[in-house]
């Protein structure tokens, strides 16, 4: 619901949605404004699939926020799609924090280190698994997740709570090499 998306993102987190986006606080206007757009359009959904002592999930907006990031890209209004993609990252990251407590409620056990897939294969792989968890998120030709943003993921089951899990760039072979992992990301 869109009560529970604000949650994530609260009008009062905007200062450090500009920091870790790097925008200017003279944008916090605009910014609120396009959130206002977007919240009413995302329909999270967390889908996971347990096998043995891993746990496999998918994390999605749903359709939305990619179809309101679409409006703003047919219009040429690519900075304010840019904000819209920002917001789902940071959405997303909510959505993370959530999933320790969410999971082990689930299943009753801790799920530890996140490994992101960096191949089509691989996301492919995962998006299979998950198909009996009744996972929206489908893979492109090309390897990306529609809708966007979505992540696919997997992780080994623990007994004890995991301090870390990671991010997206944690455990990424080419971390060393790419520009995401040195500004938007962290």
């Known amino acids: ?3 529970g998306v604000e ?3 609260p009008q009062d987190a905007i200062s450090g949605f500009l920091d870790r986006f790097h925008y200017d606080p003279a944008d916090t206007g605009h ?9 009413p359009l995302v329909a999270p959904e967390v889908c996971f699939h347990i096998k043995e002592r891993e746990i496999f999930f998918g994390i999605t907006l749903g359709d939305g926020a990619d179809g309101l990031q679409e ?30 407590e969410l999971l082990y409620r689930e299943a009753g056990r801790w799920i530890g280190v996140l490994h992101f897939p960096e191949d089509a294969d691989s996301l492919s792989f995962i998006r299979e698994t998950l198909l009996p968890a009744g996972c929206s998120i489908r893979v492109s030709p090309c390897g990306s997740l ?5 992540v696919l993921c997997r992780a080994v089951l623990s007994e004890e709570k995991c301090r870390d899990m990671g991010g997206v760039c944690a455990h990424c072979s080419r971390k060393a090499d790419c520009p995401m992992s040195k500004t938007v990301l962290h």
């Open 1 to 3: 619901s869109p009560c």
């Open 7 to 9: 949650k994530l993102f």
């Open 31 to 39: 910014i609120l404004g396009l959130r206002e757009a977007m919240l």
């Open 71 to 100: 409006l703003y890209l047919a219009h040429q209004q690519v900075g304010d799609a840019y904000i819209i993609e920002c917001i789902g990252c940071y959405l997303l990251d909510g959505i993370y924090s959530l999933l320790p």
């Open 146 to 150: 529609i809708p966007g943003p979505s």
